[in-house]
């Protein structure tokens, strides 16, 4: 069982910037790829960014340029820095975890039943 604890959620102005933490517990987690994902209120669950084991990056066109993953193998953390916040970012950001990605031939890094292990999520809202 691997435990996904994200922080780092807020209220920010637009144009400003958040940095989002994501603590997985684990100690392969070096093998797991890790994803961000994005719901809000009345919309469906969307992809954000992931970066897979090895190092590579993927990105939501809404979000490229603006946000970057990044990942801290020796603290078992991802991030996810976001620049230029919109408006339109506002949502319950979640982060997740995929495991078995060291493993997988073809990652699927933007559907969200590639990742096994979810966390609880943390609020952010960007006001105008």
């Known amino acids: 069982q691997v435990q996904v604890v994200e922080s780092g959620g807020g209220l920010v102005q637009a144009g400003g910037s958040l940095r989002l933490s994501c603590a997985a517990s684990?100690?392969?987690?070096?093998?797991?790829?890790m994803g961000w994902f994005r719901q809000a209120p009345g919309k469906e669950r969307e992809f954000v960014a992931a970066?897979?084991?090895?190092?590579?990056?993927y990105y939501a066109d809404s979000v490229k340029g603006r946000f970057t993953i990044s990942r801290d193998n020796a603290k078992n953390t991802v991030y996810l820095q976001m620049n230029s916040l919109k408006p339109e970012d506002t949502a319950v950001y979640y982060c997740?975890?995929?495991?078995?990605?060291?493993?997988?031939?073809?990652?699927?890094?933007?559907?969200?039943?590639?990742?096994?292990?979810w966390g609880q999520g943390t609020q952010v809202t960007v006001s105008s």
């Open positions: 684990g100690r392969t987690f070096s093998r797991y790829a």
């Open positions: 997740a975890a995929a495991p078995n990605d060291y493993y997988s031939r073809y990652g699927r890094y933007g559907g969200g039943t590639y990742y096994d292990y």
């Open positions: 970066m897979s084991w090895s190092g590579n990056t």
